[in-house]
């Protein structure tokens, strides 16, 4: 017998995707091994997934593993290299979501006084509809009403049920993947079938279902980590699943929604419940409990639908309820919304358009900096079902398809006809738009289990992508085949990973030339295709003039070629502060295979986490480039930004920049410039608003800052806002003579702005006083002279009943403009 003690050093514990880990290489011997955890004094099979979650393994546990058999030995240096290699990345701490219970409300919402209770969003958005209570099943309740049978019958059921279950998991929805897989996890662990299976004294199979829910959850409860207490809902869902099976029914009543709802849940909505429910009217989804881990409050997310947890005195007040506001941002659940309520959302609900509309355009079109050079935006993309929402985001194309999702977490390859399909449907999504498909990126750090790699010391430098085609070459020539049958739907850039040396891009181009003639042989079509490879390892900067002359195009993935460039693993924290693409040696490195690239005739793109930082965008069209690849949700953004460069400054900057000491100063350089670049002139036609219909001062002053946020002006409207009512509460704002100035000076202004409102009718500022003109200054807190300049001609202006008459009548905006320019001297 031997032993292998280990402190849990993970966050949020051993869960299911540790715990996965760990009986993947359990599972490997026949010796039995007990993970025992010494602080709790409870122990599990490490060949259950289900029996290690139940273990209550946290953050900071004295844990042992007990192995004995014939190949202990062998099992425990396997463990023990785990333990010291892999463990700690098994699981990363939660980026902690803002808790909104507390977070204080728009002052809009707070001087309209509604009727509402709060909760933490964890999803964020803006829904409106219909309470729709969903209320907890009861599976020992059911099983009462369900007839007694046989244990052989019971048995029976069971397996079938449990089948069933297992099946629709493993064909669900694509976009819920990431859920069911965890659960198909503990769902297929032997622990939940040997305990669905062991309660021979059940009135029926039902009992026995609810029986199980009750015996799996018990540890999980008992747990101090919120994260494992929330997996119980994986296990209530699952026997829920079951139950509705044996049943042939759903649990609940109808649940399709006809009309837009707000679901209400007094305890926790499982991500079965949230899949049945999922139709274009749910609007919003209120809890009592779950989290920033449950696997609905994922699907929610992934969905865009918005989700309120740990709202605790809901149900009086929704039961009666005719219309619910729910507003995850701020963690707010408003009920029957007053008149002023309905101002605010129609006004909120009018900002989200107006920035969704600003940003529209960007969306159908290719982009050019300012001086005309077009720049090519482009996502990065994992699965085929993806690409439908990268080119709804904008995307000019896929500048990066990653192909590894076909290949893991299965026991053997994708076919041919499989994979051909995969890539086909992204080229006809694209209706000939760019893409770039890579081949397999695997090995190393990212195994496969049908590869049976052996373990690495270094598998980041180790035997990984086109290193490993040679000996798979089945696997490649597969890949290379279905790649090239699928240019016939539409061209297709094909890229290689982790090429280091000129023999290997030799050899890639004999292998595709030979592999497309081959199809041609055989009467397959073959349609237009390009041979690229990732610019990640360094040596490849001095190769790009001899690649020329055997590919199309290269791809700079700066993740992997900082880290190697700097000899840095970005997951390793003693050195994880040397990975910085901001690094001046590095960008010296990204220009100088630009322009190389460029002068050996390729074309030149960038696929990196760096190309989504839009402070890094100036330095990369300062090096050249003009293809850019990035998560779609990022496309947008960039586009606006690269709008306002100018391709000639931008080259000044990066040469500027890679003569700074360090990324610090390179940041510094990059502020001063952005702020340069982005100037916007202190008064502009888009900052009036003229002859509106506004009910209320605070109507009125969301009114504005609103518009500041659409125009770009200052990072928050709400924060805007806040900081005027600051001001109001030391002094009302009503010069006089039906005019008022509210103002502030904030680190929420990026720029100083003077805005008006002219109102159609009278409006009451507060203490008697009614204004029809409106001016609002506001001013970054660094601007704090000009700040009090501006006030001062503005308010000694408006004394003047010329002016004031000028800026009431004039109808022209321009007008109105060049009349406040001249006279404040701007």
Known sequence: MLTLDFICTLPNGIHARPASEIEQCAQSFKAAITLINLSKNTQADAKSVLGMIGA??????????????????????????????????????????????????????EHAKPEYVRGNGVSKGIGRGVALHIDSVDLHELSRH??????????????????????????????????????????????????????????????????????????????SSQYLRERVIDIRDLCQGIAARLLGRPLEAQMTLMQDSIVICSGTLTPGQFLRLRNPHLKGIVMGDGGETSHTVILARSFGIPLLCGVTQSETLTRTASVLILDSRYGVLVVNPNAAME???????????????????????????????????????ALAVEAQSAFAHGADGVGLFRTEMLFCERSQAPDEDEQYQAYSEVLRQAAGKKITIRTLDIGGDKPCEFLNLPKEENPFLGYRAVRMYPQFHEIFTTQARALLRASAVGPL????????????????HGQFAHIAQTLQQEEIPVGEWHLGIMV??????YLLEKAANYLDFVSIGSNDLAQYFLACDRGNPHVRHLYDYRNPTFLALMRDITQRAQAAGLAISLCGEMAADKQMLPLLIGMGLTQLSMSASA????????????????????????????SEQVLELIGQFMRAQSQKPVLAQELLLLDKTV??????????????????????????????????????????????????????????????????????????????????????????????????????????????????????AAAITDLLSAELAL
């Open 635 to 662: 496309i947008t953004p960039c586009k606006e930004a690269l709008t306002s460069l100018d391709v000639q400054q931008c080259q000044q900057l990066i040469e500027a920049a890679i003569a700074c000491d360090n």
């Open 343 to 381: 101002s605010w959302y129609r006004l909120e609900t009018q900002k989200q358009q107006a920035i969704a509309e600003r940003s529209a355009p960007l969306r159908g079109q290719n982009v050019a900096t300012a001086d005309g050079t077009n720049v090519s935006v482009l996502a990065n993309i």
């Open 536 to 541: 990640e390892v360094p040596s490849t900067l």
């Open 56 to 109: 209550d393994i946290t953050h900071g546990d004295s844990c042992q593993f007990l192995i004995e058999g014939e190949d202990q030995q062998a099992a425990f240096e396997c463990l023990q290299a785990f333990m010291r290699d892999d463990f700690a990345d098994c699981d990363e701490p939660l980026a902690p979501a803002s808790d909104t219970h507390n977070q204080p409300l728009p002052v809009f919402i």
């Open 146 to 223: 369900e007839p007694a049978t046989d244990v052989a019958r019971q048995q029976q059921q069971l397996l079938d049920a449990w089948a069933l279950t297992q099946q629709t998991l493993k064909s669900a929805d694509a976009h819920a993947a990431q859920v069911l897989d965890a659960q198909l996890k503990l769902l297929s662990d032997p622990a939940f079938k040997s305990c669905l299976l062991s309660h021979a004294s059940a009135h029926n199979a039902l009992q026995a279902v609810a029986l199980t829910a009750q015996a799996l959850s018990e540890p999980l409860l008992k747990s």
């Open 695 to 812: 009910s209320s001062k605070e109507e009125a002053i969301k009114l504005l800052t609103d518009n500041l946020e659409v125009r770009q002006r200052v990072v928050s409207g709400a924060l805007a806002e806040r900081a005027i009512w600051d001001r109001e509460a030391v002094f009302s704002t009503a010069l006089g003579f039906s005019v008022a100035i509210p103002h502030c000076k904030s680190p929420h202004v990026s720029h100083s702005s003077i805005s008006l409102l002219r109102l159609n009718s009278p409006l009451s500022w507060g203490e008697d006083v009614d204004v029809k003109l409106v001016i609002m200054l506001t001013v970054n807190e660094s601007e704090q002279d000009n700040h009090m300049k501006i006030f001062s001609r503005l308010a000694r202006k408006l004394m003047h009943s010329e002016f004031r008459e000028q800026l009431e009548t004039l109808v022209d």
């Open 493 to 508: 850039n094909i890229m290689v990973p982790m090429v280091a040396t000129l023999a290997e891009i030799q050899w890639l």
